[in-house]
């Protein structure tokens, strides 16, 4: 009675994914893509979205897809999870409708909404009991612009995905945590601040921990993919990057704060894994979050800018007929020599999508430097100014959290990035161990592998896993990235 292959819908703020996850406790989890889609917003009705009926579509046909290619394999599909970018909501009526594409947190709107939301709750009661980094467009401010909410249900989009996947309403925790009305030391809903600022208490659905099942596929769903009806959907951390952060392949014994980790995708999250909330003044001054993580840990990290600025710039550089291959783009970038200007990658000057480099560049005139208009010194200067972001908020965190670290790992798209390794590694002075570039997925996969007990342990076993598995890139500060190490 085997227990099966798992499948994982992982969708990032760039691309989406479907995969298999075959799972051995001793040589670790393999995955196999067999669905890839590209993501990313757009302009509708006036606002900046996402598609996600376009992206229900992908999820459908990678299930699909894992369907077949599991029969074809004589596997089981044992249960799929799902995760996806935090902070988002779809309104649902009474009867399941999905009343509006998403808003992206990238729309400007809620910018409006934070000053009122300030005036009925202020910033440190409000960091008090959330523990959450300030961001214009976290949940709250984004609900604050709401016309009218009633008889609707706001579902985060992993869980709107499983909704129409099961017909289950539910929450899952380590996204809720991102929302600003969840409680981070009782890991419940902060009601009272939904009262306060006249959202009704039952607007999100109930919790549901990574583990849990929200159900059964609907029958219709069942057969639309071609999978047994019976085949559970199962929480993971539904956050992408809490799934990122449990599988970050550190040697720890689990006791909080003795790794540290940059989960480098559009965004970059840099932080520490801790047992308990750090909900103090100092902590909120220097603007760190308390996410919820898989197995009830505190995800402590902060939100800076991430490779979406280069992304963004590829794509000016693209409209206007230059399309340079991103490894050479990288490589005229390390020949470039260090010392160049450097922007504040946590700007949110950069969060909307209009013309990164004349913005990059803008940006640096205002230090009084100069930045010539070249993709390789503007990749340079991003890869410059994100590394010393790291490294600033690594001391940060070791100091607000009273721990010392002596690794940084680096995981997702950017881990495939030497260049940003090594300069990480060379502005926190820590050795940085790169990969895997896919630790969303495989998070995903080993939660739900642990649900169908083909695996067991906490955070550290599971960590052991990935690693048995994972090709791994060691990087030394002040040096080059030589010690290519099969780990
Ligand atoms: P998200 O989950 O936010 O969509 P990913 O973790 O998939 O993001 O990371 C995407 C980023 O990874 C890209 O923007 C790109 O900069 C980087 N990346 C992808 N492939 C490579 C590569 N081969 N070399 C260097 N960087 C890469
Ligand atoms: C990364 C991420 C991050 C959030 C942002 C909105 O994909 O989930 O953790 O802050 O998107």
Redesign the pocket.
């Known amino acids: 009675n085997a227990p099966g292959v798992f499948a994982a819908v992982d969708i990032?703020?760039s691309s989406g994914r479907v995969m298999l996850g075959r799972v051995s406790p001793e040589s670790g989890v393999s995955l196999e893509t067999v669905h890839r889609f590209p993501n990313g917003v757009v302009e509708i009705d006036g606002g900046l979205r996402w598609n996600f009926d376009a992206l229900f579509a992908e999820v459908l046909a990678g299930l699909r897809t894992a369907a077949t290619v599991a029969a074809g394999q004589g596997e089981r599909i044992a249960s799929i999870g799902i995760d996806t970018?935090?902070?988002d909501y779809g309104l649902v009526d009474a009867g399941g409708n999905l009343a509006a594409q998403p808003f992206s947190?990238r729309d400007d709107r809620s910018r409006a909404a934070v000053e009122p939301v300030h005036r009925t709750l202020d910033p440190e009661r409000l960091y008090a009991t959330t523990g959450l980094q300030f961001?214009q467009?976290n949940t709250i401010y984004q609900l604050a612009t709401e016309p009218d909410l009633g008889g609707l249900q706001a579902l985060l989009i992993p869980d709107l995905i499983a909704f129409l996947l099961t017909g289950a309403r539910r929450t899952e925790a380590t996204n809720a945590s991102?929302t600003g009305l969840f409680d981070a030391v009782a890991g419940e809903w902060a009601t009272e601040f939904m009262a306060a600022l006249g959202l009704r208490k039952d607007l999100f659905p109930p919790l549901i921990q990574p583990g849990e099942a929200y159900g059964a596929l609907l029958p219709a769903m069942a057969e639309e993919v071609g999978l047994p009806s019976g085949t559970l959907v199962v929480a993971v951390g539904s956050?992408?990057?809490a799934s990122a952060v449990a599988a970050v392949p550190a040697d720890t014994n689990g006791d909080g704060g003795d790794f540290a980790y940059v989960?480098s995708?559009?965004?970059s999250?840099v932080g520490l894994e801790l047992l308990h909330p750090v909900l103090t003044e100092a902590s909120r001054e220097a603007n760190f979050t308390n996410e919820r993580g898989v197995d009830g840990t505190i995800r402590y990290l902060r939100?800076i800018g991430g490779l979406w600025l280069l992304s963004e710039c590829q794509r000016t550089w693209a409209s206007e007929g230059f399309q340079p291959d991103l490894t050479a783009l990288l490589a005229a970038a390390a020949a470039l020599p260090s010392g160049g200007p450097q922007i504040n990658a946590d700007d949110p000057y950069f969060i909307a999508p209009d013309n990164m480099p004349e913005r990059i560049r803008a940006a640096v005139r205002r230090t009084g430097e100069v930045l010539p208009n070249d993709p390789a010194a503007i990749t340079r200067c991003i890869m410059d100014s994100l590394a010393a972001g790291y490294a600033r908020t690594l001391a940060d965190a070791e100091r607000l959290a009273d721990r010392s670290v002596g690794v940084v790992h680096v995981v997702g798209g950017g881990s495939q990035n030497a260049l940003l390794c090594q300069l990480t590694a060379d502005a926190t002075r820590r050795p940085v161990i790169a990969g895997p570039v896919e630790a969303t997925a495989l998070g995903n996969v080993l939660v739900q592998a642990r649900a169908a007990g083909a695996v067991t342990g906490g955070l550290p076993e599971l960590r052991r896993i990935i690693a048995a598995g994972a090709s791994l890139r060691r990087y030394e500060p002040a040096g080059f990235p030589v010690t290519a190490s099969q780990n």
Do not use: P, Q
């Open positions: 990032g703020a970018w935090a902070v947190y961001l467009f991102t956050h992408d990057t989960s995708g559009t965004w999250l939100n």
